[in-house]
């Protein structure tokens, strides 16, 4: 019997020490990998080594393209975050329908663009917000009686209002399920206890539904926040499959211009200090967030 129970045991601390293997080569070497090349001035990996301290870190800083990769990363960033009051909108919307097959429809047929393959999205999409003959301005030119031709995605004016329409529509189906399994968590009783004392529907949703809903609203901006800021695929294709941010270096985030300067100028220690500037970004809001809204709090 205690033999049975030691092989036991040592069956769940192999599992144990096989996750911790895995997550040291993967994530803390990595880590500590790019941390010490960020203080160094390396054009290929290995070679030409030359110890340089914070010298990285004030170049990128002192640079205006760095600078104006950052700008571009908030403004997405806050432009993507309009999918948690849109999505907690849609979710309002789709709980009223009561539970059946309608709200079933609904719930899946908003969640698709999730399963749908990123790229195949973005390329449709590029269809649709075409400069001249797009989709959308022939929408426009229809409701307002005369030609549009707006290059939502070529015309550095309105590039990232167009891959903020992009970016919405691919992700206001997984917020709207979040903020709809959130609401449909808070308890029955509370409602039928708000409308014995004569509050209305619009009250119940006001004073019961969105104090409720705290938790889910900073888990939601904690992932939106992280998922912006990491934003990469969808902005290089619409550059032409490239880090420079077309048009006009408009779209060009912080990864976008980590990645030019680790594959296609070559400059190791530029890159990885942009990339522990921004994982300090992400690590102090993520941070300052939890904290504020008390996500990982008891509830009374």
Known sequence: ????????????????ILSLVTLVILVYVPMISTIRYSMYDVSFLGYGERYVGLNNYKMLLG??????????????????????????????????????????FFRVGFYLPN?????????????ILKGN????????????GSQVSIGWLSDSRYA??????????????????INLASMQSIQTEIYEAAAVDGANGFKQWLYITIPHMKQCF???????????LS????????????????????????LLYIYQYSFEVPQYGLSSAGAMILFGIVFVFTLFNVRMSGMFKEED
């Open 133 to 144: 003959d797009g989709l959308f301005n022939r929408f426009l030119s229809a409701v307002t």
């Open 218 to 228: 900073a888990f939601l901006f904690v992932t939106g926040m992280i998922s912006g």
């Open 63 to 104: 640079s205006s393209s760095f600078l104006k990769a950052f700008g571009n990363t908030v403004v997405l960033t806050a432009l993507g975050l309009l999918t948690i009051p849109l999505g907690f909108i849609l979710a309002t919307l789709i709980n009223s329908l009561g539970r059946g097959r309608l709200q079933g």
């Open 115 to 127: 399963i749908i393959t990123g790229v195949s999205v973005i390329l449709v999409f590029q269809i």
């Open 231 to 254: 934003r990469f695929t969808d902005l290089f294709i619409i550059g032409g499959n490239s880090s420079s941010g077309a048009p006009g270096g408009s779209l060009q985030t912080l």
């Open 160 to 177: 990232k209002l167009g891959a903020t329409l992009l970016w919405l529509w691919m992700n206001m189906g997984y917020s709207m399920l």
């Open 1 to 16: 019997m205690k033999k049975h129970k030691i092989k036991k045991q040592l069956e769940w601390y192999s599992f144990i």
